[in-house]
T-cell receptor, first 113, second 111 residues
Framework: DGGITQSPKYLFRKEGQNVTLSCEQN?????MYWYRQDPGQGLRLIYY???????QKGDIAEGYSVSREKKESFPLTVTSAQKNPTAFYLC????????????FGSGTQLSVL | RKEVEQDPGPFNVPEGATVAFNCTYS??????FFWYRQDCRKEPKLLMS???SGNEDGRFTAQLNRASQYISLLIRDSKLSDSATYLC????????????FGSGTQLTVLP
């Protein structure tokens, strides 16, 4: 079955450490997104990519970095510059060709030790 | 002003009740509107798109009011399983199709 896979489901970060969240999709979607969700809040856009080897900052990109070397993969690195990284991170992809539906991964909960 | 605003609730309603949520958006040129359902610590799932003429899916009805720049979601005959957070989402113009989400409205249906 096609879908988006995020890993790990839970991730713990030490102070000053960079961590990378994985997002893989086999839906052949061009566009991919990373959102951050804090408790009781909606989703805020971190980065998005509309095509391989290209990505754009969202509303809260500071302290994060991404790459898009392959169509299927859009990893997110939470750097040590992100001082408040504890949140639920959601990856999504979009099929603009057939419908407007955004497909979400199951999310990664990142916590600081 | 936030681009998309929702009443956070929580809404606690008895089983069988009818409940309505509103969501306002700031950019009058926005074209696409959605309601998502999110269970605790899960990914949002698309509940329904919102069309200009309004649309219904079983017990759920979505409406768009362009003049007042809000969308609404009506849930009839609430079930316990409807307990979740409901997020509205808007695609503002020129935004490369990325969704802007409201902060969500929490609904608890009580037995």
């Amino acid at each position: 079955d096609g879908g988006i896979t995020q890993s790990p489901k839970y991730l713990f970060r030490k102070e000053g450490q960079n961590v990378t969240l994985s997002c893989e999709q086999n839906l052949n979607h061009d566009a991919m997104y990373w959102y951050r969700q804090d408790p009781g809040q909606g989703l805020r856009l971190i980065y998005y990519s509309q095509i391989v080897n290209d990505f754009q900052k969202g509303d809260i990109a500071e302290g994060y970095s991404v790459s898009r070397e392959k169509k299927e993969s859009f990893p997110l690195t939470v750097t040590s510059a992100q001082k408040n990284p504890t949140a639920f991170y959601l990856c999504a992809s979009y099929d603009g060709a057939t419908n407007e539906k955004l497909f979400f991964g199951s999310g990664t909960q990142l916590s600081v030790l | 002003r936030k681009e998309v605003e929702q009443d956070p609730g929580p809404f606690n309603v008895p089983e069988g009740a009818t409940v309505a949520f509103n969501c306002t958006y700031s950019n009058s040129a926005s074209q696409s509107f959605f309601w998502y359902r999110q269970d605790c610590r899960k990914e949002p799932k698309l509940l329904m798109s919102v069309y200009s003429s309004g649309n219904e899916d079983g017990r759920f009805t979505a409406q768009l009011n362009r003049a007042s720049q809000y969308i609404s979601l009506l849930i009839r005959d609430s079930k316990l399983s409807d307990s979740a957070t409901y997020l509205c989402a808007v695609i503002p113009p020129g935004s490369a199709r990325q969704l802007t989400f409201g902060s969500g409205t929490q609904l608890t249906v009580l037995p």
